[in-house]
């Protein structure tokens, strides 16, 4: 597609349960990260992919929080066990190299009542 | 551990007038990545810098790169009330992924 695609747009989970996120990446990109962005902050680095090598995840707050892109291509963030400061917005972003910067999805507003 | 600060973190401004926001890191990087995300919005990439003294202009905004000093700054000449945004500085803290440290952001508000 044109840009970098995530679903849901919003997600309201009741603490404990889990989610799971999806980012659809510009096709041919090989670089796909995941931020997190608390509100009123800037985004902090969660993990990232080249391909479907997960090749850092050293940004996962906890052991609650699983990434993978089995094919090199989509990519599914997972939160087990949600819990209030879960809440926040999950930007996926993709690069086809680098020294071109990201191109980010719209994100993902998950809210955790 | 990369810190990056930026300042000041809220600007209301006149549209017409000049203004500068600045981006202060604290390790050694020469890659560094500016960022506007309208209200309820995505980030949208507005510049990348690459090497020392890299300067981009693009429209009213213009930036620039000292990395020996480890500061960047966005300049906005004559204002527009389009240009109302939050603007993030991001510095790369692993060069060979992209792997970004982002500061707080500057939300930028530009009066009629």
């Known amino acids: 597609g044109a840009g970098v695609s995530q679903s849901p747009r919003y997600k309201v989970a009741k603490r404990g349960q889990d989610v799971a996120l999806r980012c659809d990446p510009i096709?041919?990109?090989?670089?796909l990260f995941w931020y997190q962005q608390a509100l009123g902050q800037g985004p902090e680095f969660l993990t990232y992919f080249q391909n479907e090598a997960q090749l850092d995840k050293s940004g996962l707050p906890s052991d609650r929080f699983f990434a993978e892109r089995p094919e090199g291509s989509v990519s599914t963030l997972k939160i087990q066990r949600t819990q209030q400061e879960d809440s926040a917005v999950y930007l996926c972003?993709?690069?086809?190299?680098?020294?071109?910067?990201?191109?980010f999805g719209s994100g993902t507003r998950l809210t955790v009542v | 551990e990369l810190k990056v600060e930026q300042n000041p973190l809220f600007l209301s401004m006149q549209e017409g007038k000049n203004y500068t926001i600045y981006c202060n890191y604290s390790?050694?990087?020469?890659?560094l990545y500016w960022y506007r995300q309208d209200p309820g919005k995505s980030l949208e990439s507005l510049f990348v810098l690459l090497s020392n003294g890299a300067v981009k202009q693009e429209g009213r905004l213009m930036a620039s790169l000292d990395t020996k000093a480890r500061l960047s700054t966005l300049h906005i000449t004559a204002a527009v009330h389009d240009l109302s945004a939050t603007y993030f500085c991001?510095?790369?803290?692993?060069?060979?992924?992209?792997?970004?440290?982002f500061g707080q952001g500057t939300r930028l508000t530009i009066n009629p």
């Open positions: 972003a993709s690069s086809q190299a680098l020294n071109y910067g990201y191109t």
């Open positions: 390790t050694t990087s020469d890659r």
């Open positions: 991001a510095v790369d803290m692993d060069q060979g992924a992209q792997k970004l440290v």
């Open positions: 096709s041919g990109h090989v670089s």
